[in-house]
T-cell receptor
Framework: QKEVEQDPGPLSVPEGAIVSLNCTYS??????FMWYRQYSRKGPELLMY????GNKEDGRFTAQVDKSSKYISLFIRDSQPSDSATYLC??????????FGAGTILRVKS | EAQVTQNPRYLITVTGKKLTVTCSQN?????MSWYRQDPGLGLRQIYY???????DKGDVPEGYKVSRKEKRNFPLILESPSPNQTSLYFC?????????????FGPGTRLLVL
């Protein structure tokens, strides 16, 4: 069983929709939870991170962590075609290790 | 411009022929790392380096070597490539602080081993 599970999609939504992207994990030692965005033929870029449980908001993006359920989410409000990308969750159990999910392909149609 | 560069971007080689993928960053970052990305498996860390002459294994180090003789460079060496090393490789760097410091990724190197 993978430490981090993420539905690969693709997830296709109309412009303006609210998007929900999710990851589940099995390692209760994970402390930091991150979301990366990867455009086609590019390297990933960090969108946002949270520490422990709770919500964090940054513009149209909200990251949510539920450690009791071992479940994290990224919400995108008012989605735009420019949000079309692969979204990767990543988690840190401490130290310098990062464990990534497989990524969810998101397509926002105009 | 702050960036991580990788070369080559595309490489086709044959089993057993040693190759090196170079990685260079111009941000004076202490931490550098190599990942491979495969469909359905996401990014997996191969090796990382906390500073010059300090390297450590990630999750999938078998078949790879690295060195960190200069702060800006972190080459990935495949001494005897095999077809299961066909993948998309990313180099990344970040300041040496917390893991959540923004990690800058290079553009990727697509490797095919025949």
């Amino acid at each position: 069983q993978k430490e981090v599970e993420q539905d690969p999609g693709p997830l296709s939504v109309p412009e303006g929709a609210i998007v929900s992207l999710n990851c589940t994990y099995s390692n209760s030692a994970f402390q930091y939870f991150m979301w990366y965005r990867q455009y086609s033929r590019k390297g990933p870029e960090l969108l946002m991170y949270t520490y422990s449980s709770g919500n964090k908001e940054d513009g149209r993006f909200t990251a949510q962590v539920d450690k009791s359920s071992k479940y994290i989410s990224l919400f995108i409000r008012d989605s735009q075609p420019s949000d079309s990308a692969t979204y990767l969750c990543a988690m840190n159990p401490g130290g310098n290790k990062l464990v990534f999910g497989a990524g969810t392909i998101l397509r926002v149609k105009s | 411009e702050a960036q991580v560069t990788q070369n080559p971007r595309y490489l086709i080689t044959v089993t057993g022929k040693k190759l090196t993928v170079t990685c260079s960053q111009n941000m004076n970052h202490e931490y550098m790392s190599w990942y491979r990305q495969d469909p359905g498996l996401g990014l997996r860390q191969i090796y990382y380096s906390m500073n010059v002459e300090v390297t450590d294994k990630g999750d999938v180090p078998e078949g790879y070597k690295v060195s960190r003789k200069e702060k800006r460079n972190f080459p990935l060496i495949l001494e005897s490539p095999s077809p299961n090393q066909t993948s998309l490789y990313f180099c990344a760097s970040r300041p040496g602080g917390r893991i959540v410091e923004t990690q800058y990724f290079g553009p990727g190197t697509r490797l095919l081993v025949l």
